[in-house]
């Protein structure tokens, strides 16, 4: 991975995003650029620390997410649910997009001082079930997947002996059971069901997804060009610049463009998943989850898009609008650099 990789990939999903909300929402797409100047100084701020650093500090990261997932419980609803922590209508907060940075790089802290692995282990399901109750009970479902998919992650890249293996498959079995039988809201359980049995089962979900499909399908292989989509411009297609922007964007620019945006998301997957071959411990773990982090939210919300994933509300990761997420992505890929440098000082000092 070159030193300036990570940056061009940033910058790159800067164009695409910027040009897609501008043929849909000129004031949106102003906001996007700057969330994205916002996140490009994420990027360089988190690389004046070192990994060692970044790690001590996490403690304080999840007692800051934690009590900001708390505060937005007690916050007025903002559509039905208690996610954002408005100020004063210049940037709206949503704390729990901060939750797998902060999970993640707290139980990597917690590694460093626990040594006996059924407490770390007990220290590290305490850490993540706290989080992700207060994400369900907002409710966010997709963010609580997402929490839960990068967990299983890390959980599974750990060396463990096959007892804690299976008495976590059982915890998760039973705790998917309770969720499903007296947690899940209905309209939550009628999202999976629908998708499950979209013939029989009618609602806005399967609404979204047949405008999203149509969307996709309409762009052929060049697309209706900027600003020519039917289903984005005519308003046909909603949330299309979060849940569905992936759909806007290939009414307007095709199976080209497309597949543009799944080939830069591919070429990211592919780094990440060989650099976290090339370091161990900590470092690995960290470059892991965030090869996780990314490949859940592209392949749910592109799978949505595409009616092959139920809709849940995962954005796509520096394209969806949205300062949270993308402030988080970048910071996730700041610290991914910050690794990577160190990493290259370490191999430069062997081989001097």
Not at 213 to 221: H, K, P, T, W
Request: proline content about 3%.
């Amino acid at each position: 991975m070159k030193q300036w990789f990570l940056l061009a990939f940033i910058l790159s999903f800067a164009l695409l995003s910027v040009v897609t909300l501008t043929s849909l929402d000129q004031a949106l797409a102003a906001r996007q650029l700057l969330f994205f100047l916002l996140g490009v100084l994420v990027f360089f701020g988190v690389q004046r620390l070192s990994f060692s650093q970044i790690l001590s500090l996490s403690p304080w990261f999840y007692l800051t997410v934690f009590v900001l997932l708390v505060l937005v419980l007690f916050l007025p609803e903002t559509r039905g649910t208690h996610r954002w922590l408005s100020f004063g209508g210049i940037f709206d907060l949503q704390p729990s997009q901060l939750a797998v940075p902060a999970v993640l790089l707290f139980t990597l802290e917690l590694k460093r001082y626990i040594k006996k692995p059924v407490w770390y282990w007990l220290g590290t399901l305490a850490a993540i079930a706290l989080i992700g109750a207060l994400i369900f009970f907002e409710p966010d479902l997709g963010m609580s997947l997402l929490v839960g998919f990068v967990s299983l992650n890390l959980i599974w890249l750990q060396p463990l002996k096959s007892r804690y293996v299976v008495s976590a498959a059982i915890v998760g079995a039973v705790v998917v059971f309770v969720a499903w039988t007296f947690l899940l809201r209905p309209y939550q359980k009628l999202r999976i069901t629908s998708f499950i049995n979209p013939q029989e089962v009618e609602t806005a979900s399967n609404y979204n997804v047949r405008q999203s499909i149509i969307a996709v399908g309409s762009g052929q292989i060049l697309g209706r060009g900027m600003e020519k989509g039917v289903q984005s411009q005519l308003q046909f297609l909603p949330e299309q610049e979060t849940d569905f922007i992936f759909a806007a964007f290939s009414e307007e620019f095709g199976w080209i463009g497309s597949s543009l945006v799944v080939v830069l998301y591919g070429i990211l997957l592919t780094y990440l998943l060989r650099f976290s071959r090339r370091v161990e411990g900590s470092e690995q773990l960290f470059i892991s989850s965030v090869f996780a982090y990314f490949l859940f939210q592209v392949s749910i919300n592109i799978g949505m898009n595409i009616g092959l994933a139920p809709v849940t509300g995962i954005a796509l990761p520096l394209f969806s609008h949205g300062g949270s997420s993308l402030l988080t992505s970048c910071g996730m890929l700041g610290i991914t650099q910050v690794v990577f440098n160190e990493t290259r000082q370490k191999s430069a000092l062997h081989i001097a």
